[in-house]
């Protein structure tokens, strides 16, 4: 019996939550799910289904799931990427890095090079973290995923103790404080954390606000940032 084998009869399912139906899972991940018998596509969506929905109220279960879509079909890239993300969130660094690798081999696609770089630098890999962001073709890549390699490879400079590289690096027609785009107030909040970091306090309060004012879905601490550098 090889190692998928034992995986798919030793581990047992966890409960899934009331409700869920096949049907929510998004047209392109049923799509890769075609592959596989129907009444098992359809298990395999539902607990990719309890992963998403379970992440952030309760990441240990939401891991369950994922653990347990891979056992069922561990060939299957939608299936290897929703078990690495769920690891990166729970802070599962070296899981994360597994799948993550696996799906950029099987799709041949960057589109979660800068997770696995960000996984790279939380393990203490800062140089490897800054390689993989020089590997991508930023021009195949969509903006959003092009603002994160260039966070994340600030991010490892800064590990570095490249603090001024870090800062520079940020800089760039899209760090313009007038723009409104989705990634826009995570690159004005990066930009402001390193300004913070190498002491220009007062640029880093103002990119902080520019941040706030972008942050239309409160995903940051970008306005108690600002007014903590601004009582110093």
Known sequence: MDDDSMARELLEAPELPEGIEFSELDEEARRDLRTLPKALAETVGKHLIAA???????????????????????????????????????GRWQEALSELRAVRRMTRTDTHLAVIADAERAIGRPERALDL????????????????????????????????????????????????????????????????????????????LHAADADVEDETDAPERAAEIADE
């Open 52 to 90: 998403g929905g379970l992440l952030d109220s309760d990441p240990d279960r939401a891991l369950l799931h994922a653990q347990y879509a891979k056992a069922k079909a561990s060939r299957v890239p939608v299936v290897r990427e929703a078990l690495g993300l769920v690891a990166y969130h729970s």
């Open 133 to 208: 962001t020089k590997e991508a073709n930023l021009e195949a890549l969509p903006k959003a995923i092009q603002i994160e390699l260039k966070i994340v490879a600030a991010g490892a400079r800064r590990d570095m103790g490249q603090l001024d590289a870090a800062v520079v690096s940020l800089q760039g027609k899209d760090l313009d404080d007038k723009l409104r785009e989705p990634w826009s107030a995570r690159l004005f909040y990066a930009y402001a954390d390193n300004l913070a970091a190498v002491g220009r306090a007062e640029e880093a309060v103002q990119w902080f």
